[in-house]
């Protein structure tokens, strides 16, 4: 025991002698600092970077040359980078190093599924070793900084940002933040294939009115705390390096201007220490808000607030100093925001080696590495959603037959490298993608594919129906790939209806209309409603927008290489008039009942949604019997057991995620209907069953109560555990008073 005391006591000594270190380095740095390089410091600005190469203006790189550009994001390649680090390192007065950042946010070049997608895996490990991967092939080519995770909770598909979000429950989303922190950033960020994370957008954001994207943001303190602020803590506890802003209003002030988000709760309760940045443009954006007079004003309103660098709206650049000559800001505000900024560098290992991050053999051997590529098929894989698998002559219609003679392949997105990387898809090399055709063909080898396109994903052309009728007549069955492209979802790419855009609905029918079997593959980057297809077509997979190794993940699938195990984690409605909607609502006074008119539901449709949170299906089934709690009242101190039984029914071999929801039936407060408080992710041959255990305790159970104290109450609880958040086997408990 005192040998192990001394080795911790060492440990700490060594740890506290690096943090003097840092901290001796920056005083020493900042005291040799002017105001107009602190001010270039806290300026964020864009390379131009476009496919056909970079472009940067002489100004901006004499903006780098005198000290006024401390950091550069959009700009890429090992060659490219070093250029630009060796103006900031050899030219300048002090050499301070430039922080290169980019979005990373699934994939760098070899491109993983969306975040919504992955997060249907319900894999944490799987997700932090994405983030991981992306990180290394992104700081092969010279990033060191990855705008990524973002974690905005959101229960509004309309909203196209819903494709990058972890979905809508703050529980899960809580434990994918922590997983992506942890994958970008490692154990060490000065290792050159890690980069620091940036957790956006803080806050709220992923609830604006309308679901319109930039648009308002309005709730209350308690929602914002109990559903929105969740997974920014969790990503903050588990050690990001830094935050962003977000464009949005709450309580009436620009979240770049909030010192409220900024300060008192991200520095003073979270004990954040790590640096602030403002979204694109969004301190200037203070101004149409009505909330800064002018620029000057809107950069003086941020610093105020806790935003250490300006991305992009050169406000800092431009207007700082003069502020600080007139006493709107102070220079100590200055210097707490520097301080943050090359505390970051210095943990990047920048100021040891400006070039650590930049080495061409390094890049020419990571990028679209076998490990990445591997990984892209085995996330493609497990994000996949069976949403329907009825039978069809007498049997399920997948997996389809290895013996089929055709398969007609129609839509859209059936032959199709770009959209298959969905949005956000920074520097994704789309000659690599696999496409649907692609798959099929690899995995059905002695099977005739005929393919025809149909139509597209705008306007109400229907010339090529003639065609995809004619491909289909002709096979044994009809694989539909039908959705949305990738600037269909994604930011600035809100919808106001969520059926499938342009005529590719009419195409669907068309194609039923021939009597033979349909599989609808759904490829989107958000909850589409598609009650016309649910009710008619016997298959559907919903495969969002996969990534590189789209194609041959999805014909995995199709053909039962691949058992399909993914659950949704946003949910889907029937129509547009149902959202916002998601699985944890609270009950009415007056809940539901059809036969008693004054009673909460729609005239023309069912108030429950089409397809709900946790919900997916298999190739096989999966039977639930025997819940039992330990007992059946618990203490402040104690903890709960509860197990089930879960069997595998049917054929094949699959993976089960078993949901574990509670629901306080009485507060001081009113309380949701359920929430998700654990899940585990088990496999099991056919006939296989095994006993799956949850543990929760009075802390699993708090909440804010009627004085917003975060506390759990005395009282009695229901515990359900099922296959998806609306098919679960209950029981009953109670917490008792200390």
């Not at 300026?43 to 004499?62: A, I, K």
């Not at 992955?118 to 944490?124: A, D, I, L, M, V």
């Not at 491909?471 to 039908?482: G, H, N, P, T, Y």
């Not at 555990?721 to 917490?735: K, Q």
């Amino acid at each position: 025991m005192f040998a192990l005391g001394l080795v911790f006591f060492f440990f700490s000594c060594k740890q506290q002698s690096k943090v003097n270190e840092k901290e001796r380095f920056i005083d020493s740095l900042m005291a040799e600092m002017t105001v107009e390089e602190k001010i270039g410091q806290m300026t964020l600005l864009t390379s131009g970077w476009s496919q056909t190469g970079p472009t940067m203006s002489e100004n901006y790189q004499e903006l780098i040359r005198q000290g006024k550009c401390g950091n550069v994001f959009n700009a890429l390649t090992v060659e490219y980078n070093r250029k630009l680090q060796k103006m900031a390192v050899e030219e300048t007065r002090l050499g301070i190093p430039l922080l290169f950042g980019y979005d990373v946010i699934h994939g760098f070049k070899t491109i993983f599924p969306i975040p919504l997608a992955e997060s249907c895996s319900w894999n944490p490990d799987l997700m932090k070793k994405s983030a991981m991967l992306a990180s290394m092939e992104a700081a092969a080519s010279g990033v060191n900084w990855t705008f990524n995770p973002m974690v905005d909770i959101t229960r509004d598909p309309r909203w196209g940002r819903i494709a990058e979000s972890p979905g809508e429950d703050p529980y899960l989303g809580s434990i994918i933040a922590r997983a992506k922190v942890k994958g970008h950033q490692g154990e060490d960020l000065s290792d050159p294939l890690t980069l620091a994370a940036c957790v956006k957008h803080m806050a709220a954001y992923g609830d604006p009115r309308a679901g319109r994207d930039y648009n308002t943001v309005d709730m209350s303190e308690r929602k914002l705390k109990s559903v929105y602020l969740p997974p920014y803590k969790a990503a903050v506890d588990a050690g990001a390096a830094s935050v962003m802003t977000s464009f949005n209003e709450l309580f009436g002030v620009p979240a770049s201007g909030s010192k409220y988000l900024l300060t008192d709760i991200l520095r003073d309760q979270w004990n954040f220490d790590g640096m602030v940045v403002s979204d694109y443009t969004s301190i200037q954006e203070m101004i149409p808000h009505g909330y800064a007079r002018n620029e000057k004003h809107s950069g003086e309103l941020a610093l105020k607030a806790g935003v250490d660098m300006d991305m992009q709206g050169e406000t800092y650049l431009n207007h700082l100093e003069q502020s600080l000559e007139e006493g709107k800001v102070t220079e100590d505000q200055i210097n707490q925001a520097v301080r943050k900024i090359l505390g970051m560098k210095y943990d990047l290992g920048l100021f040891e080696d400006p070039y650590r991050y930049l080495d061409e053999e390094r890049e020419e051997k990571l990028v679209h590495s076998d490990s990445l590529m591997q990984h892209a098929l085995r996330s493609a894989k497990e994000s996949v959603v069976l949403l329907k698998n009825d039978a069809y002559q007498g049997s399920k219609l997948l997996p389809l037959a290895k013996d089929l003679s055709s398969i007609a392949l129609i839509g859209p997105l059936a032959d199709n490298q770009t959209d298959m990387l969905g949005t956000w898809h920074a520097s994704g090399t789309d000659s690599l993608v696999t496409t649907v055709k692609a798959g099929l063909q690899n995995e059905f080898p002695d099977t005739r594919i005929s393919y025809a396109r149909g139509c597209g994903f705008t306007g109400d052309d229907k010339s090529g129906f003639q065609e995809a009728v004619a491909a289909a007549r002709q096979s044994d069955v009809i694989v539909m790939a039908v959705g949305e492209n990738y600037q269909q979802s994604g930011e600035a790419a809100s919808r106001a209806d969520l059926g499938l855009p342009g005529v590719q609905l009419d195409l669907v029918k068309e194609l039923f209309a021939t009597g033979k079997p349909v599989v609808v593959l759904v490829m989107a980057g958000r909850p589409l409603a598609i009650p016309w297809i649910d009710k008619n077509v016997p298959a559907i997979l919903n495969t969002w927008h996969l990534g590189t190794r789209a194609g041959d993940a999805i014909a995995d699938i199709l053909s039962g290489e691949t058992n399909p195990s993914g659950k949704l984690t946003a949910t889907f409605p029937r129509d547009v008039g149902q959202v916002p909607i998601f699985y944890s609502v609270k009950n009415t006074g007056r809940p539901f009942d059809k036969d008693n008119k004054y009673t909460s539901k729609y005239l023309d449709m069912p108030n429950e949604p089409l397809y709900p949170f946790g919900y997916g299906l298999s190739y096989t089934t999966f039977e639930y019997s025997d819940m039992k709690l330990n007992k059946q009242e618990i203490g402040f101190n104690d903890s709960l057991t509860i197990k089930v039984k879960v069997r595998n029914s049917g054929k094949y071999q699959g993976e089960e995620i078993v949901q574990l929801y509670t629901r306080d039936m009485v507060g001081s407060v009113t309380r949701p209907v359920k929430e998700l408080k654990g899940f585990k992710k088990i496999l099991l041959e056919p006939g296989q069953q095994k006993l799956v255990e949850f543990t929760i305790s009075a802390d699993d159970l708090r909440f804010y109560d009627a004085k917003m104290n975060y506390t759990a109450e005395a009282g009695k609880f229901k515990a359900f555990v099922g296959t998806s958040s609306s098919n679960v086997m209950e029981a009953g408990f109670e917490l008792m008073k200390e």
